[in-house]
């Protein structure tokens, strides 16, 4: 019998979003034969402070950086045309994202939670959230089969206190895909060397690129050892004596739209 080829759909609003906020566990599943798929529901015509790059010319950039992270998954970065900062949860975009995850069949979809600074990051929540129950029903997008089974949903990390904290349902080690996922975010040339150093650090734009790099590595690393030490009970309760070897994880929480995770599941995930 032929092996089941698992699909992972990681879903943010701009084009830096899904791989430098699941890039350890995309890339884990990956080397592991699942194929791999992110998309940007904006262009991320806005993310700049520089008037000669913002809209169309921004936009076409963005695309391009998004496809050379994809490559370093083996799979497809999409970008859809909504202008950035203005994704609203349409009905339209509603029924155009149910028709796009019926298309790929993902077993897993990623996303952020609703609670977000961001009103992209928030709708783009909201979206999954109204699309999910809907991928079954046969006569909502009716030109497109419905599936058949529901995918499992998981949230990435944030650190947003309200209305809950984040809970770390799903612990993943990712101390050997650190590195691409460094290579993913500097691949977003415009946002991790130009637009997110805007107005605090611009100094580091003219820095060698090899430095940009390094602080990059240097700021990522920081992040996922602060994941490791704030969910250490959790990675304990995971992996035990194991645990002492991890410096870096990623964390998910389950989102309750989707299929519960079955603990085979869990662990085609986990280790
Ligand atoms: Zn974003």
Redesign the pocket.
Known sequence: MEEKKYRVLSI???Q??ADTSSGGLLKKLADKGWEVRMLSLTDGSRGTFREELAGPCLAEIRKKEAAASGALFGGRYDCWDIEDARLTPSLENRERLIRYIREFRPDLVITNRPNDY?P??RNTALLVQDASYLLTVPFCCPDVPNLTYMPVMLYWHDSFQKPYPFKADVVVPIDGQFDTVVKAASCHESQYFDWLLWPDHLEKIDWPREKQVADLAERFGRMFSRYRSTYAAEVLEKFGEEAESIKYVEVFEICEYGEEPSADFLELLEK
Do not use: S, W, Y
């Open positions: 943010g609003a701009h830096d979003d961001h992209d990051h």
